[in-house]
């Protein structure tokens, strides 16, 4: 494997990562008292607390980012969940915005009697300065046509060369920051016990068009360890912080083959970092 897994407070691990390293960070942090069952979502004592917090992981963060990267950040609207637009606008006004990418959820969640179904949550999308000019592949997540749409558009008159035109065609069309992508449902043979866990299409989306073969990419809420799956596949160097052991386990695990020998990854003391090579 080609990565490392951080085991620690964010907040303690990033100021020993070098500047300038990563081609795109993806995080997905705690969304603040979305959760109410779990500890990790409700430790904050007030909004304002909360929104500190963020903006400083933030700043600690983004050294670590390459001049030409993106930064993604995870986060959703609601009635208890307004609080987003505050980190929205917090962090716009220190970084540059670069994006909003609504993930369209497919299905609806937590029906509201006065209200129209929530189905999507957002990424918002910085670069570090008004300057600079991120890598962005847009041909890397196209979206394809398929056979009768291709025969209909080839039908247009206003284009003389066929041959162009389909060659075109077949490359599919340009995906919107509109990302529809279905959530992860209990039976999903995705789904390895974290409540918040993303789809792989999803964070496989955001890297395939924000970075090459080669990039290294951070996560500073590995959680179940989907960033670090993404990159294995795609070719990326990967860093990931995970501050819960349970949630460093299950990226362990969803990583490891049988091949691989899980010893290496035994007795993790409360803070450490182990390279996955």
Known sequence: MNGTLHHG?????????????FQAIVADPPYFQVMLDEAWDNQWKTEE??????????????PKLRDDGLFFVFGQLGKREHIWLHVSSRLTQRWQFHDMIIWDRAVGYNERYDSFTPCY???LVLRKTKEATPYFNKDAVRLP???????????DKRYKDRDARRKHLEKGKYATNILR???LKGASHEKVGHPTQKPIKLIRDLLMSSTRPGDAVLDPFLGSGTTAVVCEELGRAWTGIEARADYVEMSKKRLLNEATPIELFSNLPSETSVAMT
């Open 145 to 155: 046509y398929d056979e009768p749409t291709i025969q209909t558009y080839l039908k």
């Open 121 to 123: 949550e957002m990424v």
């Open 9 to 21: 407070d964010c907040l303690a691990v990033l100021p020993a990562l070098p500047d300038r390293a």
């Open 49 to 62: 607390e909360y929104l500190v917090w963020f903006e400083k992981w933030v700043a600690a963060a983004m």
């Open 181 to 183: 992508v279905p959530s």
